[in-house]
C-alpha cells in the first residue's frame, strides 16, 4: 500500500499522491463518460489512494456528483477535498469570485448535497476575493468546522499575508497551489511560511499540465476545449524551448529505470514530507504510472543532478491568461 503523509498540524493524514479529479469533468477537453469516471476514482481507491480532489467549479458541479458517487462505498476510507469561492450565474456559469460569508454557506450546503456526505473533510477558498477580509472566511469557515459540516480548512494560490491572517483566526491545514519543475516560485516565499506555520501542502499541476510527461512536443494538438489552448506556456515556441527541462527528467527517468512523470513526481515528493500532489488523469495506465511515482526514491545525488541542470534553464511563457493571472493573491 502506499505510504502516507501529514497535512502539516491538522493531523490530516492522507496517500502520498492523491488524485485531482478536476479533469475527468472539466478543462482538459470533454467530460469522461461517468462511469468511466467512476471506475477510474475506485480503482484509485483500490490502489491505496485515499485523498481526492474536486472544487465547485469543475464542471461546474458536475465533479462533485461524480466524486461523491464514486467514493460514497468507501466514504470512511477516503478524505474528499473540494472549494468554494466562485459566483454562478443563472445558467450555472462561472461568474466571478465571491466568498461572502451568506454565499459560502449557501454553497456548502449545495457541496454537502452534491457529495453525499455529512461533512466535508477539507475546504478550500479557491481563490482569494479581495472584496471579503479573509477574517471574515476564516471565521465562516470556523463555523462550519463548529457545525460538523467541514472538518479542515483550505486556502488556494493565497499569498503569505493572506495565509497568516487566515490562519490566525482558523487554522489552516492545507494550502492548494500549482508546484513543479517548472513552476517553482512556491520556493521562494510559501514554502517556508507552511512550515513555520504547520501547514501542509498540496501541489496541483505536478506534472506541469501533462508537459512533463515528455508526451507533448511542438506538434500535439489539443481537444478545442482544453484549457492549454490559452496558456500561454503552451504555445508553440514555449514549448520548443521549456522542453529542456523534460529532457533533464528524461535522463534521470533513464537511469532510474523510471518514466518521466514519476520522477516529477518523486522530485515533488522529496521536497518536504508535508507535500502531497494531486497529478489527474482520465486513463487507468496512467494512473499505475503516476502511483509509480510514489515509490520511487531520488538518491541526493538524483536530487542535486536534477537541480543543477534546472537552474540554468529559464522557463518561457506564463502560466494563466492575465485574467485568470488577476485571480491570483500575491
Not at 162 to 176: D, N
Given at each position: 500500500m502506499m505510504d502516507k503523509r501529514k497535512l502539516g498540524n491538522g493531523n490530516l493524514e492522507v496517500s502520498a499522491l492523491g488524485l485531482g479529479c478536476m479533469g475527468l469533468s472539466y478543462g482538459y477537453g470533454p467530460a469522461t463518460d461517468k462511469q468511466q469516471a467512476i471506475a477510474l476514482i475506485r480503482a484509485a481507491v483500490e490502489r491505496g489512494v485515499t485523498f481526492f480532489d474536486t472544487a465547485q467549479i469543475y464542471g461546474p458541479f458536475t465533479n462533485e456528483e461524480v466524486v461523491g458517487e464514486a467514493l460514497a462505498p468507501f466514504r470512511d476510507q477516503v478524505v474528499i477535498a473540494t472549494k468554494f469561492g466562485f459566483q454562478f450565474d443563472a445558467d450555472g456559469k462561472p461568474a466571478g469570485l465571491n466568498s461572502r460569508p451568506d454565499h459560502i454557506r449557501r454553497m456548502t450546503e449545495d457541496s454537502l448535497r452534491r457529495l453525499s456526505v455529512e461533512t466535508i473533510d477539507l475546504y478550500y477558498q479557491h481563490r482569494v476575493d479581495p472584496k471579503v477580509p479573509i477574517e471574515d472566511v476564516a471565521g465562516t469557515v470556523r463555523e462550519?468546522?463548529?457545525?460538523?459540516?467541514?472538518?479542515?480548512?483550505?486556502?488556494?494560490?493565497?499569498?503569505?499575508?493572506?495565509?497568516?491572517?487566515?490562519?490566525?483566526?482558523?487554522?489552516?491545514?492545507?494550502?492548494?497551489?500549482?508546484?513543479?519543475?517548472?513552476?517553482?516560485?512556491?520556493?521562494?516565499?510559501?514554502?517556508?511560511?507552511?512550515?513555520?506555520?504547520g501547514i501542509g501542502f498540496v501541489p496541483f499541476s505536478p506534472l506541469g499540465k501533462g508537459f512533463l510527461t515528455g508526451k507533448i512536443d511542438t506538434s500535439t494538438t489539443f481537444d478545442r476545449t482544453d484549457y492549454r489552448n490559452s496558456v500561454p506556456r503552451f504555445n508553440p515556441e514555449n514549448r520548443a524551448a521549456n522542453r529542456a527541462i523534460v529532457d533533464i527528467v528524461g535522463r534521470v527517468a533513464n537511469r532510474k529505470k523510471a518514466t518521466a512523470a514519476q520522477v516529477a513526481l518523486a522530485w515533488v515528493l522529496a521536497q518536504k514530507p508535508w507535500i502531497v500532489p494531486i497529478p489527474g488523469t482520465t486513463k487507468l495506465h496512467r494512473l499505475d504510472e503516476n502511483l509509480g511515482g510514489a515509490s520511487l526514491r531520488l538518491t541526493a545525488k538524483d536530487i542535486a543532478d536534477i537541480e543543477g541542470e534546472v537552474s540554468k534553464i529559464t522557463v518561457q511563457g506564463e502560466r494563466y491568461l492575465p485574467a485568470a493571472q488577476a485571480l491570483i493573491d500575491r
Open positions: 462550519l468546522i463548529r457545525e460538523g459540516k467541514v472538518n479542515h480548512f483550505g486556502l488556494s494560490e493565497a499569498g503569505e499575508r493572506t495565509i497568516r491572517r487566515a490562519h490566525a483566526v482558523q487554522p489552516v491545514t492545507a494550502l492548494q497551489s500549482e508546484y513543479s519543475l517548472w513552476w517553482r516560485e512556491p520556493e521562494d516565499e510559501i514554502l517556508p511560511t507552511l512550515e513555520e506555520l
